[in-house]
C-alpha cells in the first residue's frame, strides 16, 4: 500500500485508533492532516509523525458542528490541495447505563458527535472528492453498529447509523468515483476500553478487561493499529470495487456468536 502523493484527512486523530491510523498512512506516504477537538492529543499525534520524517499538521475542530466540519475541510485543500482519503472517526461512549435511565443529553451528545459529525463528515468532503473524480472515505462503525450491547443505547444507536449511512452515501456515489465503507472493531486498547471497564465496575477495571477477553477467541482486544491496517486497506487501490461494506475487527468474536470460548485442557 503506497499512499504517496497522496492527503488523508482524520477526524478524532488524536485518539487511539485515529493516531494509529494516521502513522500508517503518514509512514507509507501521504500527508496526513489530524483534526481533533482535544489540541495537546490532536498536535501530540503530529509531532509523533513529523518527526518521522512525514507531513502532517493538526486542526482543531468540533466534528457536531458544520461550520467547524467545513473549516477543516477548506483548510485541509488549503494546505494540501486535495483530499484522497477520509477517515471519519471521532467518537465518544457516554455513559453505561440502562436504557431506562439514560440521560437525554448524554443520548444527544452521542448522537451529535458519532451520527450527525459522521454524516457532517460526509457532507462537506464528498463534493471535494466528486469535484476530484476519485476518493476513499472510511467511516468507524463498531461491533455497536451490529449488535446490541447492554446499557449503551445511544453508542449502539449511532453506530448502526453509522452502517446506514455509509449505505446510503456509498450507492450515492458509487458511479462517480468515490467509495464509501466503514469499519466495525470490536473492544480496542485505547483510552474508550479504560473508560468503560471502569464504568461497568469501578473497583475492579482490569477484571473487567479480563472477563472481556476471555469472550474473544483471540483472547485478547485489538490493538489500533489493526484498526488501522483495515482502515488503510479500505483506502488503497487494492479495495478498488470494495464500498458500501464494513470489516469487523473483532478477535472472531462476532463469528462465534458471542459464545466464549472453549477452555484448553
Ligand atoms: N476503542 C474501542 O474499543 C472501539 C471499538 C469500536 C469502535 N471504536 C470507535 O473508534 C473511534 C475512535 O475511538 P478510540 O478508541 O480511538 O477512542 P479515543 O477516545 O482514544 O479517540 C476518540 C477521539 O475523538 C475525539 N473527539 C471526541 N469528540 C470530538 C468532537 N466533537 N470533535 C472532534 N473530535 C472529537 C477525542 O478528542 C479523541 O481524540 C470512535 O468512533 C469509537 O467509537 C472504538
Not at 482519503?85 to 453505561?96: H, L, P, S, Y
Not at 447509523?161 to 458511479?175: I, M, P, R
Not at 483472547?219 to 487501490?237: F, K, M, N, T
Not at 478498488?240 to 459464545?259: K, L, M, N, P, Y
Amino acid at each position: 500500500m503506497d499512499f504517496t502523493g497522496k492527503v488523508a484527512l482524520i477526524t478524532g486523530g488524536g485518539g487511539g485508533i485515529g493516531r494509529a491510523t494516521a502513522l500508517g498512512f503518514a509512514l507509507r506516504g501521504a500527508k496526513v492532516m489530524v483534526v481533533d477537538a482535544d489540541a495537546d492529543a490532536g498536535q501530540a499525534s503530529v509531532d509523533i509523525i513529523t518527526q518521522r520524517g512525514a507531513t502532517s499538521a493538526f486542526l482543531q475542530a468540533d466534528v457536531t458542528q458544520a461550520r467547524s466540519v467545513k473549516d477543516y475541510v477548506e483548510k485541509t485543500l488549503a494546505a494540501y490541495g486535495r483530499i484522497d482519503c477520509f477517515f471519519n472517526n471521532a467518537g465518544i461512549e457516554g455513559v453505561v447505563r440502562p436504557t431506562q435511565d439514560y440521560d437525554e443529553d448524554i443520548f444527544d451528545k452521542v448522537i451529535a458527535v458519532n451520527l450527525k459529525g459522521v454524516f457532517l463528515g460526509l457532507r462537506h468532503v464528498l463534493p471535494v472528492m466528486l469535484r476530484q473524480g476519485s476518493g476513499a472515505i472510511v467511516n468507524t462503525a463498531s461491533v455497536a453498529g451490529l449488535f446490541g450491547s447492554p446499557g449503551m443505547p445511544a453508542y449502539v444507536a449511532s453506530k448502526h447509523g453509522v452502517l446506514g449511512l455509509t449505505k446510503v452515501a456509498s450507492t450515492d456515489v458509487a458511479a462517480l468515483g468515490v467509495r464509501v465503507n466503514a469499519v466495525c472493531p470490536g473492544p480496542v486498547e485505547t483510552r474508550m476500553m479504560r473508560s468503560l471497564e471502569s464504568q461497568r465496575d469501578s473497583n475492579n477495571p482490569e477484571g473487567v478487561h479480563a472477563a472481556l477477553a476471555a469472550g474473544i477467541p483471540t483472547g485478547r482486544y485489538a490493538q489500533p493499529e489493526e484498526v488501522a491496517g483495515a482502515v488503510l486497506y479500505l483506502c488503497s487501490e487494492l479495495s478498488g470495487d470494495v464500498t458500501g461494506t464494513h470489516i469487523v475487527i473483532d478477535g472472531g468474536r462476532s463469528g462465534s456468536g458471542g459464545v466464549a470460548p472453549a477452555k484448553r485442557a
